[in-house]
C-alpha cells in the first residue's frame, strides 16, 4: 500500500488540536484521561482544552503526562444534547463547542475534537469555519470495519443533510477520496455509489445522474469508480469508499451499532448458556479478544466534518477514553497530512472541470 500523504508542510513542528471537553456523556474526566493516552502515544502533540478552568486545571494537573502540553481555555457554558442547533447559534458564544472551533479559526490550532452534540457542532462548524469555496453541503464521514486489506471503508454522509443531489454526491465523492488518501493512506481510492443494485438503469433519477458525474471525474481526481454498490458492500471489498445520502447514511450507521451490539450479546449469552459452553469460551478467549478488539468501536471512533474551512473530528458522545484517544489519534494523522488544505484544492479542481464542461457546452450550442 502507498501512501501519498504530504507531510513536507503540514507536517513541520508539533500539531496543536483544539479538545471540547464538555458534552459528552462521561464528562470531562473521560477527555482529559483519552487526550493524557494520547500524549503518551505520540510526543508531538499538544492540546487546547475548553471548558470551566477550575475543574479542568484540578483534572490536568494529575496528568504529568500533559504537563507544558494543554493549555485550557475558559469556558462556562456547555452545549447539552437536547439542546436545539439554531439555539446554541444565537446564544452559544460561552460555550466549549464555540470555544473549540475558535481556536481552529483563529489558526491557534489545526483540528477540533468535540464529543457533544452533532446537530450543534455541524451547525457551528459551518458558522465559525465556513464553508470550503464550492462546497454545496459538508458531509460527515466515519470509517466502517471492511474486508479490505486497510481494514475499514470511508463512508459519507452519515447525517450532515438528510438531502443529497447529483452535485452533492459528487462532492461527497471527492471529499471521500481524499479522505481515504490521508487517513487510509490509499493512493488511488476505489468509490462506490449507494443504491438498491448495482445495474445502471436503477435508482432515483438523482443517482442515475451521480453516477455519470463521478465517473466522468474520476480520471482527473485520481479514483477508480466502480459505479453502483449495495448495502452489503458497505462492510466488503468491491470499493473503498461509499457515497450516499445523509438520511441514508445514518440508517445504515445506527444499523450496523445495533447489529453489533447484538451479536455480542448473544455470544455472551452463547457461551454462558451451559457449563460446557463456558469452557468453551475459556478455550476461545484468545480469538474472541481478537474479535473484540477487531469490531471495538472505540478504535475507530470519529466522524470527519468535511467540507469545511477546519478540519472537525466529532467524538461519540459515549466515548470512554480509548474513544476519545482513537479521535484525537484520527485528528493528528489528518493534521499531519495537510488534510484540508488537500481537500481544498480537490474541491477547486472539480469547480474548475465543471466550469471548464460549461464553457464548452456554451460553445457547441453557439
Not at 163 to 190: C, F, I, V
Not at 334 to 341: E, H, V
Not at 346 to 364: C, I, P, T, Y
Request: with cysteine.
Amino acid at each position: 500500500m502507498t501512501s501519498s500523504k504530504d507531510h513536507n508542510n503540514a507536517g513541520a513542528g508539533r500539531v496543536v488540536i483544539s479538545v471540547d471537553a464538555m458534552g459528552g456523556d462521561r464528562g470531562p474526566a473521560a477527555v482529559v484521561a483519552g487526550i493524557s493516552r494520547s500524549a503518551k502515544l505520540n510526543p508531538e502533540v499538544d492540546f487546547i482544552l475548553h471548558g470551566p478552568e477550575n475543574d479542568l486545571s484540578k483534572l490536568v494537573a494529575k496528568r504529568r503526562i500533559l504537563d507544558g502540553r494543554c493549555t485550557i481555555r475558559h469556558a462556562q457554558d456547555v452545549v447539552s444534547m437536547e439542546d436545539k442547533p439554531s439555539q446554541v447559534m444565537r446564544h452559544g458564544k460561552a460555550t466549549s463547542m464555540w470555544s473549540t472551533l475558535e481556536s481552529v479559526r483563529n489558526g491557534d490550532a489545526t483540528v477540533a475534537v468535540s464529543c457533544g452534540n452533532t446537530g450543534a457542532l455541524m451547525a457551528l462548524s459551518m458558522i465559525r469555519l465556513r464553508k470550503l469555496p464550492g462546497v454545496n453541503r459538508p458531509a460527515i464521514a466515519i470509517l466502517w470495519p471492511s474486508r479490505n486489506p486497510q481494514g475499514f471503508n470511508v463512508m459519507l454522509d452519515v447525517g450532515a443533510d438528510i438531502r443529497a443531489d447529483a452535485t452533492d454526491l459528487l462532492q461527497y465523492a471527492l471529499m471521500g477520496a481524499s479522505y481515504a488518501r490521508n487517513g487510509l493512506e490509499l493512493k488511488r481510492p476505489r468509490i462506490g455509489l449507494l443504491n438498491v443494485g448495482t445495474e445502471e438503469h436503477k435508482g432515483r433519477a438523482e443517482l442515475k445522474e451521480a453516477h455519470d458525474l463521478i465517473s466522468a471525474h474520476a480520471e482527473k481526481a485520481q479514483f477508480d469508480f466502480v459505479g453502483f454498490v449495495e448495502g452489503g458492500d458497505i462492510p466488503g471489498k468491491t470499493c473503498d469508499v461509499i457515497v450516499t445520502d445523509g438520511f441514508t447514511g445514518n440508517v445504515a450507521l445506527k444499523t450496523g451499532e445495533g447489529t453489533a451490539s447484538l451479536i455480542g450479546d448473544l455470544l455472551r449469552q452463547a457461551f454462558a448458556y451451559s457449563p460446557l459452553s463456558r469452557v468453551a469460551s475459556l478455550l476461545a478467549y484468545t480469538s474472541l479478544k481478537r474479535l473484540q478488539k477487531r469490531i471495538d468501536p472505540r478504535r475507530v471512533n470519529g466522524g470527519v466534518f468535511l467540507g469545511l474551512n477546519g478540519t472537525v473530528v466529532k467524538s461519540h458522545g459515549s466515548a470512554d477514553a480509548m474513544g476519545v484517544s482513537a479521535a484525537v489519534k484520527l485528528a493528528f494523522e489528518l493534521a499531519r497530512s495537510g488534510f484540508t488544505d488537500r481537500l481544498a484544492a480537490r474541491v477547486a479542481s472539480a469547480a474548475e472541470l465543471d466550469q471548464d464542461a460549461l464553457g464548452q457546452k456554451d460553445k457547441n450550442v453557439k
